[in-house]
């Protein structure tokens, strides 16, 4: 079964300033997707970045990028220019590729992040 | 805009109770998922469907039953509401490219008091 932690519970960043979010992983499989989900007080999921393990390149979105190291199963999430909108619970999660039926995201425990002013 | 609803947002129960959490996609998706999260914990899955009236189970299936009876909608049902099921309740859908991830809905903070 896959794993996936993330051993940061509360995190705090300065408005401007650059945060990283760690996130390890543990499993057998060769073929499979990472993400980053955004929770804010909305409580609504918003999915803000995924990397295809095969892909060697780092994913970005705009302020948004990974650090992926696969022989090391890490996936922290560095936001840069930090916003007071950033201010969420993160969550990075795990899923096979192709798995037959329906693919099932494994979910580590989430970091609460707080921007301030 | 692609949603998926859900159709409380907060819901308070008695112990006991048969509960219904509803849940419907308007993405034609194939698959949806039902999931709880509770603090420290993260997101835990419940109950998967892959198509209209097929269902497996989570990591966490005890006390819960789903239906799915038409592929737009996903229904988490307890058949007797106890406390330990306080919980925000999330549900999910995707299409069968992982690549995509899931979309979900906006969650029912459920309360069994």
């Known amino acids: 079964a896959q794993t996936v932690t993330q051993s940061q519970p509360e995190m705090s960043v300065q408005e401007a300033e650059t945060v990283t979010l760690s996130c390890t992983y543990d499993?057998?499989?060769?073929?499979?997707?990472l993400f980053w989900y955004k929770q804010p007080p909305s409580r609504q999921m918003i999915l803000v970045i995924r990397?295809?393990?095969?892909?060697?390149q780092n994913a970005t979105e705009n302020r948004f990028s990974v650090n992926f190291q696969k022989a090391a199963k890490s996936f922290s999430l560095k936001i840069s220019d930090s916003q007071l909108g950033d201010t969420a619970m993160y969550f990075c999660a795990f899923m096979r590729g192709n798995t037959g039926t329906a693919s099932k995201l494994t979910f580590g425990t989430g970091t609460r992040l707080q921007v301030t002013l | 805009d692609v949603k998926v609803t859900q159709s409380s947002r907060y819901l308070v129960k008695r112990t006991g109770e048969k509960v219904f959490l509803e849940c419907v996609q308007d993405?034609?998706?194939?698959?949806m998922f039902w999931y709880r999260q509770d603090p420290g914990l993260g997101l835990r899955l419940i109950y998967f469907s892959y198509d209209v009236k097929m269902k497996e189970k989570g990591d966490i299936p005890e006390g819960y039953s789903v239906s799915r009876e038409k592929k737009e909608r996903f229904s988490l049902i307890l058949e007797s509401a106890s406390t330990n099921q306080t919980s925000m309740y999330l549900c999910?859908?995707?299409?069968?490219?992982?690549?995509?991830?899931?979309?979900f809905g906006s969650g029912t903070r459920l309360t069994v008091v």
């Open positions: 499993t057998s499989e060769n073929n499979y997707y």
């Open positions: 999910a859908s995707s299409t069968t490219q992982p690549y995509y991830g899931y979309t």
């Open positions: 990397q295809e393990a095969y892909k060697q």
């Open positions: 993405m034609d998706h194939e698959n």
